[in-house]
């Protein structure tokens, strides 16, 4: 007995440095308290816990996964402990077991918006698209005024091409939650699919306006600027993007193009030059973004008389553009 009460008592001094380690997010060493906490105490609900969510930051989802199995014997109706498992069970690209848990939820908790989203998620990530949308929209039923629900309800609804519901579904995600760049940025694209170009280019000016380091926002705006004609303006924007990552193919072929739209091709050209002299291992993105641009792009003859120069020149040898 006293050998119990002991072991007990090293267990929470041990549990007590590891909670200590997880809040100033050093999981590895909250990791090794932990293993001798639940060495000592391996039934203990509330170490074994702490250590799956431990595991799981940590990325050892095989680990974390054993954690929460074990939990679901100890408590077997603890919701929480079947939901760890499930989200587990999706980083191991478990997806069928994760669907099988996530189920199983919602016959716990029938009312529980996270179950249903964490269903449409797993069918998000398998390309089932109308059966994420049938759970996504489960999820907003129960929880109307959470934003995540109704953002990936709007990115399911991309996918399967309904850009109208897609853009209603991203302007109550923007009411819900006014400082989500990334709902911007997603309606920004969806007006770009329905050739609403000047409306698009506000969309990733807000986004941006809420993360301005964000290179892909700055790579659209600039790029939407300069389809809608402000060709002075998407130069500033492409070029600050530049000064954050001056390497970037998909800023600097688009870089290029604006200057050749502006009469200015040679400076395009030479600052490709200098960026293939300084990286040359970005000469594959280049190529693949010119080529790219020059099928599928919204280009002007100017910009197609550069592109088809800069292929020519210097994207001859590239595997795809190779075979044209």
Known sequence: MLDVDQNKKEAHLHYTKAYEFYN????KEAFEELTK?????????IYLKIKGMVSYKLGNYEDALQVFEKLTKIAPKEAE???NEASTLFCLKRYNEALE?????????????????????????????SEALLAFEDA????????????????TLIEIGMYEDSISELEKVIALNPYDAEAYFNEGFVLILLEKYDLAAEKFENAIKLDPKNIL????YGYMLSKIGLLEFAKQEIGSGLILDPHNPYLLITFAEILASLNKPEIGKNRLIIELKLKPEIKEELCSQAFAELSYGMINDKERD???????????????????
């Open 37 to 45: 906490a639940t060495e000592l105490d391996p039934e203990n609900e």
């Open 81 to 83: 402990y079947y939901f």
């Open 24 to 27: 100033l997010n050093l999981y």
């Open 140 to 155: 907003v039923k129960l929880c109307p005024f959470n934003p995540k629900y109704h953002f990936y309800k709007g990115l």
């Open 217 to 220: 926002y700055k790579y659209f």
């Open 101 to 129: 848990k996530f189920d199983y939820l919602i016959s716990l908790e029938p009312k529980n918006g996270i179950h249903y989203y964490g269903k449409g998620i797993v069918f998000f990530e398998l390309k089932k698209y």
């Open 306 to 324: 550069f592109l088809q120069n800069f292929i020519d020149t210097f994207c001859r040898d590239h595997p795809i553009i190779g075979k044209t």
